[in-house]
């Protein structure tokens, strides 16, 4: 089994580091599936893909909705017939200390971060698990083993995805399926463009390689784990941040 002809199906694909996600699959001659929450981005991307010579195809996706996941499979399936590749990338912040954070914006940020990377799996390992193959890649974050102060939301989501990874990797290890989990550090993405760079300076005090990661190099590590050959890795997370966590 080669990853060229494989179709991967990326949640939050239309920009930042699921874009280059996107485009470093279409480089091995992988089918994209661009599934983000802006229609509009969502299809400029998948149109730039397709420069790449490989086929692509912009699904809209809330991630934290059962029906929007389910129609988005469905028409993924029309088209292509398969998915051998789940990436799921989609994430949102709604930063705030602990007692100033309100209760939606928790629930936002569970229910798209974590509640999105369990319906996406569902209805992937469903597909997956007829064709006895398949590599599920899921974005946490460093905050997930760190903390940070203003993302008890968002570093309980990533945390919880850690758990959500390593279960889904021991149920399905027997229908050829893996589960892994990339931890980025900070990368250089429109979020890190807005620091000052005061803060961006003291913030690379913390990181032994002294940078931001990019988005490539997450890329590199979602791609490592979703060769054929990555196929006796699974349950563990692969950490992209310069030394700042181990
Ligand atoms: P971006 O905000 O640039 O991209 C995320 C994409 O997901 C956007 O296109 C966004 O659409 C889309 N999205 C948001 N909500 C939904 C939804 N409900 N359903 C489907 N798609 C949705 O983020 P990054 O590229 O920076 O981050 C990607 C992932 O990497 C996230 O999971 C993030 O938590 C993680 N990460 C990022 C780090 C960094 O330094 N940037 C560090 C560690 C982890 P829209 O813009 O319209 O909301």
């Not at 990874?165 to 980025?184: D, L, M, W």
Request: contains cysteine; aromatic residues 6%.
């Amino acid at each position: 089994m080669e990853i060229k002809g494989q179709v991967a199906f990326i949640t939050g694909g239309a920009r930042g580091i699921g874009k280059a996600i996107a485009g470093a699959f279409a480089e091995l001659g992988c089918n994209i599936v661009i599934a983000d929450i802006d229609p509009e981005l969502s299809s400029r991307t998948a149109g730039e893909i397709k420069e790449a010579g490989v086929d692509s195809l912009a699904v809209q996706i809330d991630v934290s909705s059962s029906v929007s996941v389910s129609s988005a499979f469905k028409s993924v399936m029309e088209k292509f017939g398969r998915i051998d590749i789940l990436v799921n990338n989609a994430g949102i912040t709604k930063d705030n200390v602990i007692i100033r954070m309100k209760e939606e914006d928790w629930d936002a940020v569970l229910n798209i971060n974590l509640k999105g990377v369990f319906l996406c799996s569902k209805e992937a390992i469903r597909i997956m698990s007829k064709q006895r193959y398949g590599r599920i890649v899921n974005i946490a974050s460093v905050v997930a083993f760190m903390g940070n102060p203003g993302q008890a939301n968002y570093s309980a989501s990533k945390a919880g995805i850690i758990g959500l990874t390593k279960t889904t990797a021991k149920e399905y290890a027997s229908r050829g399926i893996t589960a892994n989990a990339v931890a980025p550090g900070f990368i250089v993405t429109a979020m890190t463009d807005a620091l000052s760079d005061h803060v961006k300076q003291e913030m690379k005090k913390a990181i032994p390689a002294g940078e931001f990661g990019t988005v490539q190099d997450v890329a590199n590590a979602v791609v490592f784990l979703s060769l054929p050959e990555s196929g006796y890795i699974t349950g563990q997370v692969v950490h992209v941040n310069g030394g700042m966590y181990m």
